[in-house]
C-alpha cells in the first residue's frame, strides 16, 4: 500500500482565488495523476506524469495546470477559481506493472 | 477506446448475507488488468481487489472474490458475510497493459448499502 498524502482535505474559497492543492507520496512512485470527481460520482483524469519534468493532460479538459518538479511532489493549481471547479479532487501514484493507490482527496468549494 | 459500465446504480444488502456487483467492459485489448475500488463516506479510494486479464483463476481477498468471464467480458465482485463498513461505492476499472501512463478508465460506480 503506498502512502499517499493530499492537503487540505476540505477548502472553502470565493471566486477569483489562487488555489494549490498538494499531492505527495513517500514511495518513490515514478507516475502519478489527478482526477476530479463530480457530484455524481464520475471519476475523470484530468492531469497525469510520467516522471520529473512530464506532465500531460487526461480526459477531461480542466482550467487547471500541475508541475513535477520532484518525485514525490505533484501539485495542482487553479489561478482564478470559479464555482464550476467545485468538486473532489483525487491524486494517485503508481508503480509498473499496474495498481493505482489513492491520496484521501481535498474537497474543493469555490463560492 | 475502453469502456467500463456498472449497470446497478444502487444496490443494498442485509448484514451477514452476500451481494454480487457487475461490471462489464468493452475492448479490443488482449493484456489488461482489471480492479475494483472502494469509496466509502470518508471518500478515501481504497483498492479491494486486482485481476490479470492472462489469470484464468479467479482472484480473492478475504471476503471479496471475482467472477471473471474473458470472453463475456464480465467482471463481477462478490462480497461474502457482508458487513456494515462494506457501505461505499464500489468502482469497475479497466487498464491496458502497456508501457505507458497505466490508465485507469472506471465505471460509473455502485452504490452499495449494507443494512443491519
Known amino acids: 500500500e503506498a502512502d499517499i498524502y493530499q492537503t487540505p482535505r476540505y477548502l472553502v474559497i470565493g471566486t477569483g482565488k489562487k488555489i494549490t492543492l498538494e499531492c505527495s507520496q513517500t514511495?518513490?512512485?515514478?507516475?502519478m495523476y489527478w482526477y476530479q470527481q463530480d457530484p455524481g460520482m464520475e471519476l475523470h483524469l484530468i492531469h497525469y506524469?510520467?516522471?520529473?519534468?512530464?506532465?500531460e493532460k487526461g480526459d477531461l479538459s480542466s482550467e487547471s495546470t500541475v508541475s513535477r518538479i520532484r518525485t514525490e511532489h505533484f501539485p495542482l493549481t487553479l489561478e482564478s477559481a470559479r464555482p464550476s471547479h467545485t468538486s473532489q479532487y483525487l491524486c494517485?501514484?503508481?508503480?509498473?506493472?499496474?495498481?493505482?493507490?489513492f491520496g484521501p482527496g481535498t474537497r474543493l468549494t469555490v463560492l | 477506446a475502453q469502456t467500463v459500465t456498472q449497470s446497478q446504480p444502487e444496490m443494498s444488502v442485509q448484514e451477514a448475507e452476500t451481494v454480487t456487483l457487475s461490471c462489464t467492459y468493452d475492448t479490443s485489448e488482449s493484456n489488461y488488468y482489471l480492479f475494483w475500488y472502494k469509496q466509502p463516506p470518508s471518500r478515501q479510494m481504497i483498492l479491494v481487489i486486482r485481476?490479470?486479464?492472462?489469470?484464468?483463476q479467479n482472484a480473492t481477498e478475504n471476503r471479496f472474490s471475482v467472477n471473471f468471464q474473458k470472453a463475456a467480458k464480465s467482471f463481477s465482485l462478490k462480497i461474502s458475510d457482508s458487513q456494515l463498513g462494506d457501505t461505499a461505492m464500489y468502482f469497475c476499472a479497466f487498464m491496458k497493459q502497456d508501457n505507458a501512463g497505466n490508465m485507469l478508465t472506471f465505471g460509473g460506480g455502485t452504490r452499495l448499502m449494507v443494512k443491519p
Open positions: 494517485a501514484s503508481s508503480t509498473p506493472p499496474d495498481t493505482q493507490y
Open positions: 485481476q490479470e486479464a492472462y489469470k484464468q
Open positions: 506524469s510520467y516522471g520529473v519534468n512530464s506532465t
Open positions: 514511495m518513490g512512485h515514478d507516475k
